[in-house]
């Protein structure tokens, strides 16, 4: 039986709950997503059922949402998916490690840096999610007017896959694979 499919099970982490009032459910921790001791049991859990991966969608402004929304929302803090994930990667063994970053707000050697340092604290454990990122708001934090326009954040973001691969490739204990999916 040599061409035995599996099912892989990832679980998207960031925020905690993607409800806007699941804080409110009775037993729920409301502070989930700024509390590491919380974020380690759900790792460990996650872990002790067999799931593949943790994922941690990272956000560089607030959600384009209106301000009463965002008042009664838990997903508005959360920690740093760089610096957040080695620290799970001490607390867990096998479960995989995903983190967003973006190819607009970034640069390519940045990105490289920290996953292989996380590839290399996880023991090969680190996965890249790429975005280009779609939220103008973003712009602003980084001393921009404007979004960069949708066509140049995607040829930017073929550019910097290409490098980022590169120089991670380049690295002793790191291997890339250049399965990238582009939608």
Excluded: C
Excluded at 2 to 12: E, I, K, S, T
Excluded at 15 to 44: C, E, M
Excluded at 116 to 133: E, Q
């Amino acid at each position: 039986m040599g061409n035995r499919r599996q099912l892989r099970l990832g679980a998207f982490m960031r925020p905690v709950s993607i409800h806007t009032a699941a804080w409110r459910y009775p037993g729920a921790w409301p502070d989930a997503n700024f509390n590491f001791t919380h974020l380690k049991q759900f790792a460990q859990t996650l872990e002790r059922g067999k799931f593949d991966a943790f994922f941690m969608a990272d956000h560089l402004a607030l959600l384009n949402m209106p301000m009463p929304a965002l008042k009664r929302s838990a997903t508005v803090t959360s920690f740093d998916p760089m610096t957040l994930l080695p620290a799970l990667a001490m607390v867990t063994e096998h479960l995989g490690l995903i983190a967003t970053a973006s190819t607009t707000y970034n640069e390519p050697y940045h990105v490289a840096r920290k996953f292989a340092s996380l590839n290399h604290l996880s023991g090969g454990r680190a996965a890249w999610h790429v975005v280009t990122s779609g939220n103008p708001d973003e712009a602003l934090n980084f001393g921009l007017d404007e979004h960069v326009e949708h066509a140049e954040r995607y040829r930017r973001a073929r550019d910097f896959i290409d490098v980022v691969l590169n120089r991670m490739g380049k690295l002793p204990g790191v291997s890339t694979r250049e399965k990238v999916a582009r939608t």
